[in-house]
């Protein structure tokens, strides 16, 4: 009995050795994340006092599409009342949910819910997170809350006292846009350290976008006599800009690698980072219907993803298009498709 113990010692750990040998010479394989990372989100608002906000998904080369992630992941959990905006840290997706005053937390790879905060959430906005805080911007309230990224629980309130609309992060600072649909003219810049207001920066009516980009902030305005588009140093907190009368009512910026994208009525521009003057030439034009056409407006990796409302009448559509303008993908995703998020 001892013999044949030790028999079947020796050949389990012959088996042992062979096993750990082949393991050694055999390539790690990367374990994917869950079944949306490496894709884009494309998040849809729903119908304003219904809760029918949803979020789709397509893969990065356009092979894999799903409408509905967030119920079909979650089936006994509503995401709400219009999807306004989503933002990221590490692991987690932040979904502004703006009538609903919720934001709701999900894991950004398997989109599963793990909290839903609420407090003190006045109409909120826009989102970042800076240092493990989530910051949120709230249009009734006129202020940025502050919540604990990790344990979701209320931190404080910053006083804006005027419009809080988008907000971006650079130089350890939050800037803050001060206007929406085609009014405003200033940025707020917030100390996160003491929550409390740096400065404000004039810009010009008719603000409707904010980058960040290399440390730098940009700002997009257009009204019905130009566009105007301004670099922040965050350093300095002053801002240079470029102008034309040409192309007015510039809106929608996005910033992809060393281009700067923006719309203008039915057709899509870009320019360089470093231009000296807009470019007035589309890339490509499309039949133009407002608060339908580019209700929804992005740029991931070269590919120009556009969201069309449709009236609020029915389902949303979605265009991809090439950095040449030819159709790549045509999607039926939910209602009012409003922006598009990388999720790589």
Known sequence: ????????????????????????????????????????????????????????????????????????????????????????????????????????????????????????????????????????????????????????????SISVGKTTEKIVVANNKLYVMNGAYGYGNEVTVINPATNTVLTTITVEEGINSIEEKNGSVYVLCGNTAKSKLFKINTTTDTATSIESTTLKGAANMDIDGTKIYYTQDGGVYAMDLTATAFSTTPIFTTTYVQYSTFYGFGVIDGKIYSGNANGFTKDGTVTVYSPTGSVLKTLTVGIGPNGFYSNN
């Open 1 to 156: 009995m001892k013999l044949k113990n030790l028999y079947l010692g020796i050949i389990a750990a012959t088996f042992l050795f062979a096993s750990c040998s082949s393991n050694d010479d055999t390539p790690e394989v990367e374990v994917p994340l869950g079944a949306y990372e490496n894709g884009v989100f494309i998040l849809n608002e729903g119908n304003f006092g219904t809760p029918n906000a949803s979020v789709s998904y397509i893969s990065n080369d356009l092979t894999t599409f799903q409408n509905d992630i967030f119920k079909l992941v979650n089936p006994s959990i509503v995401l709400g009342d219009v999807a306004q905006s989503m933002t990221f840290s590490g692991e987690k997706a932040f979904i502004v949910v703006n009538n609903s005053n919720e934001v709701e937390v999900v894991n950004r790879y398997t989109f599963k819910s793990l909290a839903t905060i609420t407090t003190k959430l006045e109409n909120p906005r826009y989102s970042v997170v800076l240092n493990d805080k989530l910051y949120v911007t709230n249009a009734i309230s006129n202020a940025v809350t502050i919540y604990d990224a990790k344990t979701y629980a209320y931190i404080a």
